[in-house]
């Protein structure tokens, strides 16, 4: 018999900060492997709160969540090898060089270091950073660095991937750069994709199903072309703007 | 616990977080052996140089404690505000592999100081006749110092939530626990009621240790008691990173 694992499943999630802030209520929703999904919402809307809960380093208060069918935050070892995660903003270590960076957080993984030099090469080229691989991440732009960041949590395979706004402040030019990193590297290899973003753009490039998020609530749970059609509008943006009761005009 | 996986991840923290050294040597040279040197030099000349053996285990004291606190508090935290502990937490390494790695990263930093005026001690004679029971004593108490420092480095870096007032903090609470201690002079020179308050600083008991040991000037007993002190105190600043406190936010 043929065990069917959710990539992502989330159910019933609520979180309230000691402050009395209510990130996130009652959330539910399953993500299945292979499948591209955006979190799309305004500043405060509960998006990386709820990353947060997936990949374990916030507590919630009520639900549960489960990655490859482990328990999360109880049975986190099982899914360490199992998940990639770009936290918000998060920038690499500047004292290092991108090649030993990559080297470093594989052998932290348990790969041996033959494997680890080897596999590492070997992302260095598939995103295109070998111009970059001696210099150290201190003197590399914001949107390079966004991109070694990127390939630490691309070296080891990981079956899903959870990036927290990896563009956020990058211009159109990086922007693009990273999401042609993205579409090579995980729509086309069929890796689980989670992303949150403020920009639709992001979303409507990488992604086949967009779960819109305000106020700590789910809006929106479907494909982009079923809310293009929903709301008659041609692009993301627009029919996000409408959802959301404010029509851009 | 996978003893053998633990020494290997801990291993590879450290030689990771000594890296920047081969960037900037001449930086490295500066806080090895200019940085403590220039505190046995200030400390020379204020006692005009009737305390060298003072002076001199004072240094070797602060080549322990110094690194050890600010390093470990200082890497943690800008882990902590790069959002690289995050990605940390998410490797299949444990919190104490973490820690342990990254405080001896910075201990390994403060070995030439440690080597360089151990040596100067012994020849200028402010250490010795010692016991090998007293050495023994000195390198366990000196493990167990390690710990105690890296864990309240650890506490420090995972409880603060600003990084400029953290950073800040963490200097002030270094020069504390170093300066109102008696690793560079004698408490003799304190009035009486405040040499009580010394006792409230853990490099206090390490600092009586190492010098009763080194100097063979204290009796086994009291020796003993500030060993069980710095064991207590170690044993309790490693629960948290043993135990990856503040690892997952509430």
Not at chain 1, 199 to 221: A, F, H, S, W
Not at chain 1, 236 to 248: C, F, K, T
Request: charged fraction near 15%; proline fraction near 4%.
């Amino acid at each position: 018999m043929l065990l069917v694992v959710e990539a992502i499943e989330v159910s019933h999630l609520s979180k309230t900060y000691a402050n009395g802030v209510k990130a996130n209520h009652d959330i539910s929703f399953v993500i299945h492997e292979g499948e591209s999904v955006g979190l799309l919402g305004p500043n405060g809307s509960g998006k990386t709160t709820l990353l947060r809960q997936i990949y374990g380093e916030l507590l919630s208060d009520g639900g549960k969540v489960t990655v490859w069918g482990h328990e999360v935050p109880a049975d986190m070892n099982s899914i360490k090898n199992v998940i990639g995660v770009m936290p918000q903003d998060a920038i690499p270590r500047t004292d290092l060089p991108v090649f030993l960076q990559i080297y470093y957080s594989l052998l932290l993984r348990g790969f041996d270091k033959k494997e680890a030099k080897a596999t590492c090469d070997k992302t260095i080229t598939s995103l295109g950073i070998q111009e970059y691989s001696k210099a150290y991440v201190l003197d590399l732009s914001g949107g390079t660095q966004r991109k070694v960041f990127l390939a630490m949590c691309l070296a080891h395979s990981p079956k899903i991937l959870l990036l927290d706004e990896p563009t956020v402040g990058l211009d159109i030019v990086f922007r693009n750069k990273i999401w042609q990193t993205l579409k090579t590297s995980i729509v086309e290899s069929k890796k689980t994709l989670l992303l949150t973003s403020h920009y639709p753009q992001d979303i409507e490039t990488l992604c086949e199903r967009v779960i819109c998020m305000e106020n700590g609530k789910i809006r929106y749970d479907g494909t982009i072309p079923d809310l293009l059609s929903t709301t008659r509008t041609d692009t993301l943006e627009r029919a996000y703007l409408q959802l959301m009761g404010d029509s851009g005009q | 616990m996978n003893v053998r996986k633990e020494l290997r991840d801990i291993e590879t923290v450290a030689v990771m977080n000594l890296q920047w050294v081969r960037r900037l040597p001449l930086l490295f040279f500066g806080y090895a052996l200019i940085l403590p040197s220039v505190f046995a030099f200030m400390f020379i000349v204020i006692s005009k140089g009737t305390n060298l053996n003072y002076v001199l285990l004072g240094t070797i004291i602060f080549s322990v404690v110094q690194p050890t606190f600010l390093g470990m508090a200082k890497n943690l935290m800008s882990d902590k505000f790069t959002g690289m502990l995050t990605y940390y937490k998410l490797l299949p390494i444990s919190p104490l592999s973490l820690s342990l790695g990254v405080s001896l990263s910075s201990l390994a930093i403060s070995a030439p100081a440690l080597v360089l005026y151990t040596a100067f001690a012994i020849y200028v004679g402010a250490i010795g006749p010692v016991t090998v029971l007293g050495i023994i004593i000195v390198i366990v108490a000196t493990v167990l110092t390690w710990i105690f420092f890296s864990g309240l480095g650890y506490l420090f870096a995972m409880s603060s939530s600003r990084v400029k007032q953290a950073q800040m903090s963490v200097d002030i609470i270094w020069a504390v626990l170093i300066f109102f201690s008696p690793a560079y002079y004698s408490t003799d020179v304190l009035p009486q009621g405040l040499r009580y308050v010394f006792y409230l600083n853990p490099v206090t008991y390490y600092s009586d240790l190492f010098r009763d040991c080194l100097t063979s000037s204290g009796s086994l007993l009291f020796i003993l008691i500030d060993l069980a002190v710095i064991g207590a105190l170690s044993v309790a600043m490693m629960l948290p990173m043993f135990r990856g406190w503040k690892w997952v936010d509430k």
